[in-house]
């Protein structure tokens, strides 16, 4: 081994500029690799950070009449789960199930704002997340930053809005939102709405109308409790509202059996059988009333309060949820514990399926997926070019070592020692150079890391896997790159190996 | 003892579509501790010769015995190892590894053996040094060597395995008179002292008194052997 090492290394002395030319071949290589690998790294782990530990978990149960896996982020009704009692009954006792929450998800109509101004086929629609507030943050790690306004507390009910979703609708319907009880904040409002704020237009309160699949829907009344941005991924989450889930099931008619068949008085009956023109009326901006008091008032709180008096009616379904986020202890056991639950579900007819967060989040993972496909070819690109010079170069310089290859032969060096010797010569450069390469790279990631430069659309904010540009370098990265380069050099040292295999003891003197 | 037996040995070429007859039924042997030329003009098939006894190229048909053993049996590897135990060679163009030094150079093919002490290996290359009379240049490397101190080199290299025999083509024909001369007579005095058989290929009288015996090869084949002296005097230009 003494042997080889010197004349490998000796070789390599002596042939410096080819060497050079291999070495930054390789530094180059590990470079592209380190950074490329570090993007990669970081896109994954940010995604992983952001979506699973800030908005989705690990996995998601909804219904199994539920079709499309995507339900996250398509506008189509949500089924409810039936058997949620079964569900929490399952997800309780699974090892693995570190924390779920319950939830509901759909499309709401709001029909106070724009609908009077705009023809009623160009409705301003909200997507909304019903949730109880304080598990929601506890759950996903305090994810909410709330700008204007609170949050809501334990039973309360109200509307959080996504800060773009309010400059959305005042882009489109020119009313800017205000969260009950609070005044204009200067500071958050875009330039145009500034300049007319004078004559600004604002609201506090909505009345929504969920979309649902039998458009069976209740008309509900919302007071904007707080503006609020995702801590991560915003751009991504952008339109989704938060609400509490009393009115999110009051707004898409989940009532029991018992509330459908109450009765009501005469006067409510009166209010209940109006013509599309006369509701008008009462969700016109002057029949509203904004400010204090307007709890006691004409909401549904009061509506139902009367009608609980009666003793008819209990409430909306306690244990309506069409969706349930559902956290692990750890990433690596998400396909067993998927597995497991789906045929638990399956096996007890349990009106559930779970679904991987990728699946649930839809084209966010598909175009994450793109960017991850992207980067890797970009890296093999790489890797390919590298490879098919540097076996350029070291076939040159086989060739032109012909007669040495051949005396050694002659004098009895076997194939395994010249097969050794020009692999020692590469693995050399490699380690050498893309050692080098492997620092740089993770200094320039590290650099580059440093840099928070901040995505300004959907798309980098995806390709980022954060707000943030935050590619990683750690050990596994590190050892990632390492054997990439080990692989590069193994094959770009392939054919040359096999060229100078073919050298016969013969060229020793057939070539003078 | 006989040591190399050559019998009816051929060796064709392919040259595009031609063939070319280097060897045609060559015959003949070789006893232990010979110091015998193989002499031709340019192109008689002495080098393919040599070539075919130290196992570097392959004879078309024919048989080749070494110590007994037909070499057309073994396998690259045999081979490989036939040539590191049994066989040295020095070539006309020396042939030196460039980025060893004089001592490495002679020490490359005990190391390839794999399995001597160190210090056996130290003291088997210092003591071939001294006899090719290079102890001054020990750590030079094949650029810093003149020629003939390179064959030198290439001399103790072919020696430091104590092959049975070591063969040499043209060993003079890169160096002047007196340096090929020297050579010779430093092969002669090894093969005095180790027993060592010694082929070497020449086509130039002077060093052909060095010779015990003279095989005469034209157009490949084996032409009556005669003694040296009559070789050099006939005056028919080898």
């Known amino acids: 081994m003494g042997l080889l090492i010197k004349i490998a290394f000796r070789n390599l002395l002596r042939h410096k500029g080819r060497s050079l030319v291999i070495g930054a071949i390789l530094f180059a290589g590990a470079l592209v690799m380190s950074l490329g690998n570090g993007i990669i790294s970081g896109m994954e782990k940010g995604l992983e950070a952001n979506i699973i530990h800030q908005w989705t978990g690990h996995l998601i149960i909804m219904s199994s009449r539920q079709t499309n896996d995507d339900a996250l982020f398509s506008p189509k009704p949500m089924k409810v789960i039936r058997h949620y009692p079964q569900v929490e009954t399952a997800l309780r006792n699974d090892r693995n199930v570190r924390a779920f929450l319950p939830a509901t998800k759909g499309l709401v109509m709001v029909l106070n704002i724009g609908a009077r101004k705009r023809a ?109 941005e995702f801590k991560a991924l915003n751009l991504l989450f952008k339109e989704i509202n938060l609400i509490d889930l009393e009115s999110f099931r009051e707004c898409f008619d989940y009532v029991t059996r018992a509330e459908s068949q109450t009765a009501v008085s005469k006067e409510n009956s009166e209010i209940l059988d109006a013509t599309e023109e006369s509701l008008m009326h009462y969700f016109s901006k002057t029949a509203l009333i904004e400010g204090p008091g307007l709890e006691t008032d004409l909401g549904t709180d009061a509506l139902k309060k009367e009608v609980d008096t009666g003793g008819m009616i209990t409430a909306t379904a306690h244990d309506a949820y069409n969706l349930i986020f559902v956290k692990l202890h750890h990433g690596q056991i998400l396909e067993a514990t998927l597995h497991n639950l789906n045929n638990r579900f399956q096996s007890n007819g349990t009106d559930a399926r779970a679904v991987s967060w990728r699946k649930a989040i839809g084209y966010i993972s598909d175009i994450s997926l793109l960017f991850r496909i992207a980067l890797n070819i970009f890296v093999f690109f790489i890797f390919f070019v590298a490879v098919i010079i540097i076996i350029n170069t070291l076939t040159l310089n086989t060739l032109e070592r012909t007669p040495e290859i051949g005396t050694m032969r002659a ?102 | ?108 093919p005990l190391l390839l053996m794999n399995h001597l002490p160190k210090k056996a290996v130290v003291s088997r290359v210092n003591a071939l040094i001294e006899q090719v009379g290079l102890t001054d240049f020990v750590r030079h490397k094949p650029a810093e060597l003149s020629g003939g101190q390179r064959q030198r080199v290439a001399i103790a290299r072919s020696l430091v395995t104590n092959p049975a025999i070591v063969l040499a083509d043209e060993p003079t024909a890169n160096l002047d008179t007196e340096t090929g001369n020297s050579i010779l007579a430093l092969m002669k005095a090894i093969n005095m002292r180790e027993k060592s058989t010694f082929i070497f290929s020449t086509h130039d009288p002077e060093v052909l008194k060095y010779a015990d015996r003279i095989v005469n090869i034209r157009d490949g084949r084996v032409v009556n052997p005669e003694p040296p002296v009559a070789l050099c005097l006939d005056g028919r230009g080898y």
């Open chain 1, 120 to 228: 009623a086929e160009h409705p301003v629609l909200s997507m909304l997340l019903g949730v109880d507030f304080q598990h929601y943050r506890k759950m996903f790690n305090n994810s909410v930053s709330l700008l204007e306004g609170s949050g809501l507390g334990p039973d309360e009910k109200g509307l959080l809005v996504n800060v773009y979703e309010r400059k959305k609708i005042y882009e489109s319907e020119n009313t800017w939102l205000l969260p009950l009880g609070t005044g204009l904040n200067r500071s958050k409002m875009p330039p145009d709405a500034l300049s007319e704020i004078d004559t600004l237009e604002t609201a506090s309160s909505l009345v929504l109308m969920g979309i649902g699949d039998d458009n069976s829907a209740l008309d509900v009344f919302a007071h904007v409790k707080g503006i609020y």
């Open chain 1, 411 to 512: 004098i009895g060096a076997p194939k395994r020692f010249i097969t050794r010797m020009l692999i020692l010569e590469t693995l050399f450069l490699a380690c050498l150079f893309g050692s080098l390469g492997l620092i740089s790279g993770s200094l320039l990631t590290l650099f580059l890391s440093g840099l928070d430069l901040a995505a300004s659309n959907e798309m980098m904010s995806l390709a980022f896997g954060g707000d943030t540009f935050c590619p990683v370098m750690d050990l596994n990265g590190m050892t990632h790159v390492f054997i990439q380069l080990t692989v590069v050099t193994l094959m770009a040292v392939l054919y040359p190996v096999h060229l100078a295999k073919k050298v016969s003891p013969l060229d020793a003197v057939a070539r003078d």
């Open chain 2, 1 to 108: 003892m006989r040591q190399i037996e050559i019998t009816q040995v051929t060796k064709n070429y392919r040259l595009g579509k031609t063939t070319i007859q280097a060897l045609k039924g060559v015959n003949f042997t070789v006893e232990e501790g010979e110091f015998l030329s193989v002499v031709g003009a340019s192109g008689s098939g002495k080098t393919t010769l040599l070539n075919i006894i130290g196992c570097i190229d392959a004879a078309s048909e024919g048989s080749v015995k070494i110590d007994g053993i037909e070499i057309k049996r073994l396998n690259d590897n045999e081979l490989t190892d036939l040539r590191l135990r049994k066989i040295g060679f020095i070539f006309q163009t020396f042939n030196l590894i460039p980025v060893l030094n004089v001592f490495e150079n002679i020490e490359f």
